[in-house]
């Protein structure tokens, strides 16, 4: 990763989520890009490197199983999702979420999560 790529991509069709989530993870000293929907977190994934996506389930037109679907190798995943994740979508992410997150999710434990994302980030290499 060089010093301009986003570490945390955080990716939710809600506007005031997504900013919210971003500043929360700026003010903890990330670097963040966000996307309004899967189409343009694929297109940002294929230009930058990332290590934490912070990848909301439920959004228009490309939804986050099927980025999750379209990405080999994805990043380290925490998605995220305001209802019940089934056993249906855990089957369909089976190794490649790191951490499902319950909207809202508390500041203290987004910022967790995204830490111990990072460090998965880094032991991977990325």
Do not use: C, Q, W
């Amino acid at each position: 990763m060089n010093g301009s790529d986003p570490e945390v991509l955080v990716v939710d069709d809600d506007e005031g989520i997504r900013t919210t989530v971003a500043e929360i993870l700026r003010a903890s000293g990330y670097r963040v890009a966000e996307a309004d929907d899967g189409d343009v977190a694929l297109d940002m994934l294929a230009k930058h490197e990332v290590s934490v996506l912070v990848l909301d389930i439920r959004m228009p037109r490309v939804d986050g199983l099927s980025v999750l679907e379209a990405l080999d190798s994805p990043p380290v995943v925490l998605l995220v999702s305001a209802f019940t994740v089934t056993d249906d979508i855990r089957s369909r992410t089976e190794g490649k979420v790191f951490e499902y997150l319950r909207k809202p999710v508390a500041p203290l434990h987004l910022i967790r999560a995204v830490g111990e994302g990072m460090k998965e980030a880094h032991a991977r290499g990325r």
